[in-house]
Every structure is written in C-alpha cells, then in structure tokens.
C-alpha cells in the first residue's frame, strides 16, 4: 500500500516553456500533499503544500506564480512550472500524507526530473 | 545551528557489519522522527519511523530516540551491500511538514 506516481518521470523543455507535472496517490486518498525540488549532492527542498480544495501553501523564498500548484482531487495534485529556464532545472519530488497505525506519514513518488535548455 | 545536522559521510562498514547513523535536531517542538533512504538518483523511501523515546525494531532496522538530548539514531544490523544509500532523518514540525538534514552517505564493502 501507499504507493505514490508522478508523471512524467523525466522532461527536457526549452527555456520559457511551461512544464506540468502529476502526482497521484494510488491506493490511498490524500487530502494533503508536498512538492520538494532537490538539486545534486543536496538535500530534499520543501517548495510548497499542497492541500485538496484549497490554495498551496509556498515556503519562503518560492514563488507561487512561476510555481502553480493545483490539488483538485482526493488523489491528484499537479505542480506547473511555469516560463521556465535552466535554472529551474532539478529533480521534482512529491509526497502524498497518508495515515499508518501510528501517524501520519509522507510517502514519497518517485519525482520527475526536469532540464531546462 | 542547523535545523536537522547529520555527519555527511560517507561512512563506510563492511559487510555483516552494523551501521549506525546518527542526527540530531533543533526543534523541541518535533513529535515524530522518520528515516527514509535514498539511492542515487531516486526519491526517498520510508524506512522507518519513531515518536517515543527508546528503541523501536523493525527486522534489521532499529531506532532510537532522546527528545531530552533531541537526538535520534538509525542501526542496521548485518548490513548488505544494497543497504549503500543516504540515509535522511527528518523530523516532523507543524502541519506534517518533514525538514530534512543533508543524510548521511552509506557505503557496505564487501
């Protein structure tokens, strides 16, 4: 159980173009889901939450209008990158939160790698 | 001070061995402490998690907590090579967000 998928897995745009990115939660419904952005040889970034029915909630720092975030289902969020350019250029990761036995817990999809050119 | 500090490695052990990482946290405030592994190239995957203090067993797996000392540990019994992986600790703040230190890289000779 707990499986979580993200679609694509990897994507090479040009520079300005706009890139979608799914994140689906398989076997579980979430109603809160995160994206995180990792670059080489650092650790895992929380960008924003995601929370279904509602608006995402940015950590300081990202901006929620080059990063649109969409949750319109139990099961799906979607995270946008908009205009981007090269140096948007990272591993995308999302988490959905789902209930274990003793907590809550974010399992995480397996993130989509994005380069920018 | 950092929020989550881990040693980066890597930290090497041979085969059968016992690996032992550990990681310490700012935030007193945090209630639950997750281990996740990650191998190159991929996304994280839970290994484990730990909310009250002690030691908690899962097969080869066994984690500690000291919230006094805000300190929390990962053993793994007779490691294998495909135990070779960073290991990221992450305790949990408000509204289920996880912050992650940098992990500390495993490797398991043979």
């Known amino acids: 159980g707990a499986v979580v998928s993200q679609h694509p897995s990897w994507v090479i745009c040009k520079s300005g173009t706009s890139v979608k990115i799914e994140c689906r939660s398989l076997d579980f419904q979430a109603t809160t889901m995160f994206w995180y952005r990792q670059f080489p040889k650092q650790s895992l970034m929380l960008m924003a939450t995601?929370?279904?029915?509602?608006?995402?909630?940015?950590e300081q720092g990202v901006e929620k209008d080059k990063f649109l975030i969409n949750h319109a289902s139990l099961t799906l969020s979607t995270l946008t990158v908009t205009s981007a350019h090269p140096e948007d250029s990272s591993f995308y990761i999302c988490s959905a939160l789902g209930t274990s036995v003793y907590q809550e817990t974010q399992y995480f999809g397996p993130g989509t790698r994005l380069l920018v050119l | 001070q950092k929020e989550v500090e881990q040693n980066s490695g890597p930290l090497s052990v041979p085969e059968g061995a016992i690996a032992s990482l550990n990681c310490t946290y700012s935030?007193?405030?945090?209630?639950?402490f997750f281990w996740y592994r990650q191998y190159s190239g991929k996304s994280p995957e839970l290994i484990m998690s730990?909310?009250?203090?002690g030691d908690k067993e899962d097969g080869r797996f066994t984690a500690q907590l000291n919230k006094a000392s805000q300190y929390v540990s990962l053993l793994i019994r007779d490691s294998q090579p495909s135990d070779s992986a960073t290991y990221l600790c992450a305790p949990t703040g408000g509204g289920n967000k996880l912050t992650f230190g940098t992990g500390t890289q495993l490797k398991v000779e043979l």
């Open positions: 995601s929370n279904e029915g509602s608006k995402a909630t940015y």
């Open positions: 935030d007193r405030v945090s209630q639950s």
């Open positions: 730990i909310y009250s203090n």
